[in-house]
């Protein structure tokens, strides 16, 4: 068992002249959900991409379960793009082949039970599905697995609510002890309550992190009236 | 990888059997149509020339004679045009793997030489069998025309060392564009243009790299040396090369090869840089 | 069941309220199994391990019973069920008081009020 399932030290990455993180330092136990809040733009998506190997660091560390990003440590992640990232020429039937065959860790039943609730057939085109479908697919798969770390990039954004309901409820039943899981968001208010801790980024830094309950016994506020107060332009 | 290389393959596959096979069943159709026109078509081997010609007797029937020149003509063009399509296929998978493609091939658990390892085995063997496939439209043609096809005495060594050497050279080819698509990750807009620009600067490169090397050894008179009885020895009708000379035709891609193959694993591994 | 969770008050504390008058009105009836942990924070919408404290500190509280074969089951101690239910009145009658003090009304007068808005009926049963 890992201590840390996450864990950034002072980890930043520049893009030539522009500092898309600097300096953040936080830590995912397992069986926590930490939410990564901030506005569009504050590095969320790049620190995730970060923890994901998608991208290296200019300075500091990132290290999941204890390794750096690397085949190893993607065998233990889980990454939910905030994109269509499953080839659309493919069937439904393929993708569920490509996981099972790279990921020791998917489940094909849970995954079976899933796309059976979405009333997905396996021999569907994604060519034909729309983009609403399209994600939940991905979700679908993504938490098909028994990872150690599951990391959602925007999971609810740009989605209809009925099919967030869906979605915050998958990844409340999919929920593991051993697992940590980060979710980056822009939609405060939907996920505050599903979340253990709390990370707030502003241009690439970290402005506030702890417990979420801790925040809203000390503001006296739920997250989202806290953060469009502080974060207010 | 070898999980990678058989995705590789089936992705490509589904892209390039189609054309493979457009392109044989056209040589098909047109060695039939020769077939059932033999009267029309005579092909004329001049062995002693190693040559061949092929003649159109005067036709009695001109629709089918003229249909067969024109789906020869075309079978050429597919030919040559199943190549290229091969090789731009290829290409261009890795292109995109680095781009939007990238969220999930770089999200599996694999090492940046797998995936490298898996494009680049999937590019030779495509471009070989369409290379083969190219060569075999022609068997088929001929085969219609009823004529036998024998290729030059080739001694059993040099053949494999040629066979080496093009395997080599297609590799390193594939390579260089690998890694050229590698320098251009990452520049968002201006990708493309940089991935072509830096594919130019390499071959440029490349050969400036070599012409220099082979001044360096011609100064110190290694050629004098070494070529000199062997030119003499082939104007006295003696076949074959040195050697050394096969040798070279293997490892100068192979070394070209290498070195695009670490630099591109490099990039992939510490310079990532996903859009 | 339906669940309201407000922002401003920590989570755990309005589970532990919401699940309490689910049993009160009898939507868990003394001696039913109630769902796994999972399936409750799916259905409120809430972290699993914020479902799990509330459960638990129902379970302090005597609500709630744990069993090895059959799960978490309401408590069947008519007793308990009792209390909560004078306790949680209690607390709304202290509720009413002080809204109505804070309308300028008297403790008496509210009372008035109180019994006027019950009807005829109010009268009898003085007990809780």
């Known amino acids: ?233 | 990888m070898l999980k990678l290389l058989k995705w590789e393959l089936r992705q490509a596959g589904r892209s390039l059997l189609p054309l493979a096979g457009a392109y044989l069943a056209i040589a098909c159709v047109t060695a039939g149509m020769i077939a059932l026109n033999r009267r029309w078509f005579v092909l004329e081997q001049d062995t002693a020339a190693a040559s061949m010609s092929l003649s159109l007797r005067t036709a009695a029937s001109p629709v089918l004679g003229a249909a067969s020149v024109v789906l020869f003509a075309a079978l050429v063009l597919g030919a040559m045009a199943l190549t290229a399509a091969t090789v731009i296929v290829n290409v261009q998978r890795f292109y995109r793997m680095l781009g939007q493609e990238g969220y999930l091939a770089f999200s599996l658990p694999v090492t940046a030489a797998a995936h490298i390892g898996a494009k680049l085995l999937c590019a030779v063997l495509c471009t070989v069998l369409a290379v083969a496939a190219a060569l075999a439209g022609v068997w088929i043609i001929l085969l219609g025309a009823g004529a036998a096809f024998s290729l030059p005495g080739v001694p059993a060594d040099m053949a494999a060392w040629l066979a080496a050497g093009g395997l080599a050279s297609i590799a390193s080819g594939y390579l260089t564009a690998y890694l050229a698509c590698a320098i251009g990750m990452g520049r968002g807009r201006n990708r493309l243009a940089a991935s072509l620009l830096a594919f130019t600067a390499l071959v440029v490169l490349g050969q400036l790299a070599l012409l220099g090397l082979g001044l360096a050894l011609a100064r110190t008179g290694f050629f004098r040396i070494t070529l000199l009885p062997w030119m003499v020895h082939a104007a006295n009708g003696g076949a074959g090369l040195p050697g050394w000379i096969m040798a070279l035709t293997c490892c100068v891609p192979l070394a070209a090869g290498t070195v695009c193959f670490v630099l591109t694993r490099w990039l992939l591994a510490r310079r990532l840089n996903l859009p | 069941m339906d669940w309201e969770i407000l922002p401003d008050r920590p989570v755990y504390l309005q589970l532990v309220e919401q699940l309490e008058l689910a049993v009160l009105t009898g939507e868990y009836s003394p001696g039913q199994r109630i769902p796994p942990v999972r399936e409750l924070a799916a259905e409120a919408a809430v972290n699993p391990n914020t479902m799990q404290r509330a459960l638990a500190q129902l379970e302090d509280r005597g609500l709630l019973e744990t069993h090895r074969t059959a799960g978490r089951t309401v408590t069947g101690d008519p007793g308990r069920i009792a209390a909560l239910r004078g306790q949680r009145a209690a607390e709304c009658a202290r509720a009413y008081l002080a809204a109505a003090q804070r309308l300028g009304l008297s403790p008496a007068q509210a009372v008035a009020l109180a019994r006027q808005a019950a009807g005829p009926d109010a009268h009898h049963e003085t007990e809780v």
């Open chain 1, 1 to 233: 068992m890992c201590t840390d399932c996450l864990s950034c030290q002072a980890l930043s990455k520049t893009y030539g002249r522009r500092t898309a993180l600097c300096g953040v330092t936080f830590a995912v136990a397992p069986g926590r959900i930490t939410g990564l809040l901030g506005p569009n733009g504050s590095g969320k998506t790049t620190l995730i991409k970060l923890a994901a190997g998608l991208l290296t660091p200019s300075g500091g560390a990132v290290s999941v379960c204890g390794t750096p990003p690397g085949p190893a440590s993607k065998a233990l992640t889980a990454y939910l793009p905030d994109r269509v990232f499953l080839p659309l020429h493919c069937r439904v039937e393929d993708t569920l082949a490509l996981f099972a065959d790279f990921f020791p860790d998917f489940s094909r039943g849970k995954a079976a039970a899933m796309l059976a609730d979405l009333k997905l057939e396996p021999r569907m085109k994604l060519s034909s599905m729309s983009k609403g479908t399209l994600e939940k697919l991905q979700l679908a798969l993504v938490m098909s697995r028994r990872a150690r770390l599951y990391l959602l990039d925007e999971p609810i954004g740009g989605v209809d609510p009925a099919a967030r309901a869906y979605i915050l409820s998958t990844i409340i039943r999919n929920y593991s002890e051993d697992a940590g899981m980060l979710l980056s968001t822009h939609l405060i208010a939907e996920v505050e309550n599903l979340l253990d801790d709390a990370v707030f980024l502003r241009e690439g830094r970290v402005v506030s992190a702890g417990l979420a309950d801790d925040l809203r016994q000390r503001e006296g506020k739920g997250l989202d009236a806290w953060f469009r107060e502080v974060f207010a332009c």
